[in-house]
């Protein structure tokens, strides 16, 4: 299926889109930008020259995905969540060979008002809540919340929570999947 780009939306020459993408109303898809198919890009949002986007990748209205952010297959970008990509900014000092790089692993959900602070690599999986501020590393699905964000809980890949037993064992209510808990990290069990 051919990618759809509406009349307002700017997609630079030379960025890379794959099949069946939707570019909505007043997308800037910058002219470095790799993206693969079957990706969505909301409304207002922004796509740098930096930047390395998966298959199968939903960004919601008012996300701005900046130079140094690379974003796996099936990831999700709630509404009006933020990444940056200089730690320190100032408008007076030229820092663009400071960024640091934010890698957003397979199947991860950042929620609407989320932040991810540069730097860090959030976990296949993991689920950030609405508003959470991410400053380190998430692992594979842990759920995280608050400000600055803390791991509450662990996530299965079809997004329920999970209730690990005394084993550190834990099925996931709605897909069947078996998960493991050793050692502060979770593993998803194959059939």
């Not at 069946?20 to 949002?45: E, K, L, P, T």
């Not at 991810?116 to 993991?126: F, K, Q």
């Not at 380190?136 to 997004?159: C, E, N, Q, T, Y």
Request: proline fraction near 4%.
């Amino acid at each position: 299926m051919p990618t759809t780009i509406h009349p307002s939306a700017i997609v630079d020459a030379g960025a890379q889109l794959g099949a069946d993408c939707r570019v909505w109303h007043f997308v800037h898809i910058s002219a470095g930008a790799r993206i693969g198919a079957r990706c969505s890009f909301g409304q207002n949002v922004f796509v740098g020259n930096d930047v390395r986007i998966g298959d199968n990748v939903k960004i919601q209205n008012n996300v701005s995905v900046y130079d140094a952010v690379t974003l796996e297959d099936d990831v999700f970008c709630g509404p009006s969540m933020v990444f940056t990509n200089v730690h320190n900014p100032r408008a007076a000092v030229p820092r663009k060979e400071e960024y640091r790089r934010t890698l957003i692993k397979r199947g991860a959900t950042l929620g609407a008002n989320s932040t991810i602070v540069c730097g860090v690599t959030v976990g296949a999986h993991a689920f950030v809540g609405a508003g959470a501020v991410i400053t380190k590393d998430v692992p594979d699905f842990a759920l995280m919340a608050g400000v600055p964000a803390r791991r509450i809980g662990w996530m299965s890949r079809h997004g329920e929570r999970l209730a690990f037993d005394a084993e550190g064992r834990a099925q996931c209510p709605h897909s069947g999947d078996r998960y493991q808990l050793d050692a502060g990290a979770v593993r998803l069990l194959e059939a």
